[in-house]
């Protein structure tokens, strides 16, 4: 059993233009505890609608996920998530919008306050607890939503292309930011993007899906040293996971565009 277990998941959908469309197909992957585990795929594979299936906000069409053996029927507070377009709460502070998911549970006031201000300078946001989402910069947008998932304390952290938007600076930053609480508080993560850099930097393991149906092609294990830092991307080891990654993608790429020029 893995902290997150894909069992044989497909993902159909029906449409009026193109009729069944099969966005996944018996995709099968295990995740240990505590992995940081990453996808990358071509654009339109299913990268995002297997998170939305572990975040129990899509159903399955056949197969399951499962949560440290917990079938998956909805969303849960073991799972937590974090987008790319932030999805904060505008009329909310940095501390409230961090403090929302305990205030749900119930969670007393001061003790919530306690947990969410931890959050909030963990992700080196000390000083802006009283700030609105609209006076942030992206990055610290996306610092507040890892602070808010994190005070949620889920078992497994989803995140979909959470970096996507940001530039490369601040990406580079907060890869590193992302590295360094993973390493303290010792999450599980199924993270997806687009970026190899940036999945051969973060993971423990790499899956490359296919073009849709989305299913893995190649599971590549990513045994560089941690704690990492930037100086690793120049490294002949880290060039080679990525010239292996790349190869494998272009592929996979080209395959989707085949696809969609001849639909
Ligand atoms: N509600 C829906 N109805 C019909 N088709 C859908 C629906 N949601 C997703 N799809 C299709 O399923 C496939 C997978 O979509 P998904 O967004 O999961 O891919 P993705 O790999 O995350 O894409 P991207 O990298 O561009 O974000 C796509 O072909 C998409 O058009």
């Known amino acids: 059993m893995g902290a997150l277990d894909i069992e044989n998941v497909g993902l159909r959908f029906r449409t009026q233009r193109a009729g069944e469309v099969v966005a996944l197909s018996n995709l099968q992957m295990r995740i240990p505890d505590k992995q940081f585990a990453v996808i990358v795929g071509p654009s339109g594979c299913g990268k995002s609608s297997l998170l939305d299936l572990v975040a129990g906000l899509k159903e399955a069409s056949s197969g399951e996920c499962r949560v440290n053996g917990r079938t998956v029927s909805g969303p849960g507070r073991d799972r937590g998530m974090v987008f790319q377009n932030y999805s904060l709460f505008p009329w909310l502070s940095v501390q409230k919008n961090v403090e929302f998911g305990l205030a749900l549970r119930n969670v007393p006031m001061q003790e919530r306050a306690e947990q969410a201000r931890h959050f909030v300078h963990a992700v080196g946001l000390k000083g802006f607890e009283n700030a609105y989402p609209n006076h942030l910069s992206g990055g610290m ?6 602070a808010r998932a994190l005070a949620n304390d889920p078992e497994v952290l989803l995140m979909d292309e959470p970096f996507g938007a940001l530039d490369s600076q601040t ?28 999945a051969v930097f973060l993971g423990d393991v790499v899956y490359v899906m296919s073009a849709r149906p989305g299913r893995i092609v190649d599971t590549v294990q990513v045994d560089l040293p941690r704690p990492r830092h930037y100086d690793l991307v120049t490294t002949p080891d880290f060039i080679e996971l990525k010239r292996r990654i790349q190869k494998n993608l272009y592929h996979e790429v080209h395959r989707a565009m085949a696809a969609a020029d001849a639909a």
Not at 141 to 146: D, G, L, N, T
Not at 181 to 188: L, V
């Open 141 to 146: 947008k996306q610092r507040v939503a890892i």
């Open 171 to 198: 990406r580079a930053v907060m890869q590193e930011l992302l590295i360094d609480i993973w390493e303290r508080h010792q999450k599980t993560v199924l993270f997806v993007t687009h970026d190899i850099d940036e």
